[in-house]
Structures are given as C-alpha cells and as structure tokens.
C-alpha cells in the first residue's frame, strides 16, 4: 500500500486546510518545490498535489509551481484543483504529470467524464471528495444529492480507472480515518481506491493495510505529516 505525501498549493505556498476551509489555512512552506523534495528525500515514492485556488475558481491557478514541482522530482506526480476540461487535463499531462484528478467535471458532466476515462485511462483518477455521505464539488465548498456509492459505481461504468476518495469531515482535522467508510466504498467498485482525509498516527496506516485486499492500493497523508504526528519513514514500512 503506497504512502502518499500531499502538498497543498494556495498563493504559490505550501499550506494545509481544515475540512477544505480556506479560511482555516496553516502554511507549512514558502515553496512548494522545497517540501516536495523534502518529502522526496524521505522516500516518498508518489506525490499528491492540489492546486487550491484552482479547485476554488475552477481553472489551474498554479501551473508554475506545479511544473516547478514535476521538473524537481524523479517520481509520478499526480495533480488536481480546477482540472474540468479535456484540454486542461492534457496541458497538465504535457508538463510530466503522471496523473490528473478530476471531481467537480465528472459531477457536472457525465460525457465529459466518460470522454477523459476513455481518452487518459490509466492517466486521469476520479476525485471522490464526501462530506456525510454526500458527493462535494468546487473546491469542497458546495454538496451535490448524490450518494457515494452510487456515484462511484456509476463512474466505474462509466470508465474510471481509480478512485481517491476523501472524507471532508474528517480531513485535516488529526481525527483518524473513516474506515466505515473506505471499507464500504471498496467492497462496492472493483477499481482500485487511495483513501484521503483524517489520517492521524501509525495505527491509520495499519487499520487501512488491513482493507488492501479490498482495493485500498494507497493512502494520502497530508497534515499528520506536517505536524509530525506521524513520520512518513515509518508510514511507508507499515504500508509496505
């Protein structure tokens, strides 16, 4: 089970959020590229980056840094934030990311989602991003009617090829993660899923090890990482 750590950009620095608030931001670093390679150096071996303002206006806000990033790094990165057209996936794509996440556009468009699985396969993950059960869009900041589950499965026939699927409630909050969750989700699709939000301690990790049978192939951490409540060296031993 790979372990991966996620860099937040907003403004062109490093930060965290809570449960997607932008106006609950901590920054962790001026540079982006700088904890990239810091998490690098520790043995990330995949890097997980969302371009904030992005997510927030709909179109990339932060290219520069997210090519900054790609051109520092000798591993897959993979990139989401404002990702809703087929063009804007491929530019990202052109730079060397190794794979788009797209959510808000799959929502909005069922075509346009069947098109990207069809057109990026493997390349292109479904962003799976819930606040109690419900799907969210825009940057986290509105909730659509539609059931996880259900949405999942339905993009699963649509094409996806993987899921990363994050529990709002619980990102950023250093609260654990919502195994309930992550565990239904991968009985329910046959595609692999990376489980996002609430990751806290060691035990995280190896409660989601646990579901790897299921489908769970990877895990984000993100503020754990930043708070050093977890270290990623340690993670990555246990996913392994």
Known sequence: ????????IRGGRCVRLLQGRFDQETVFADDPVEMAVHWVSLGAERLHVVDLDGARTGRPQNTDNVARVVAALRIPVQVGGGIRTAETARRMLDLGVDRVVIGTSAVLDRDLAR??????????????????????????????????????????RLGARRIIHTDIGRDGMLEGVNLVAMEGLAKAVQIPVIASGGVTSIDD??????????????????????????????????GR
């Open 1 to 8: 089970m790979q372990i991966i750590p996620a860099v937040d």
């Open 205 to 238: 990790i190896r409660d989601l090890k646990k579901l790897e049978p299921l489908g769970i192939e990877g895990v984000i951490v993100g503020k754990a990482l930043y708070t050093g409540s977890l270290q990623l060296e340690e993670a990555i031993a246990a």
């Open 115 to 156: 098109a990207m699985f069809e057109t990026f396969g493997e390349q292109v993950a479904l962003g799976l991003d819930a606040r109690e059960g419900l799907v969210a869009t825009h940057g986290w900041q509105e909730v659509s009617d539609l059931k996880v589950v259900e949405f999942a499965r339905e993009m699963e």
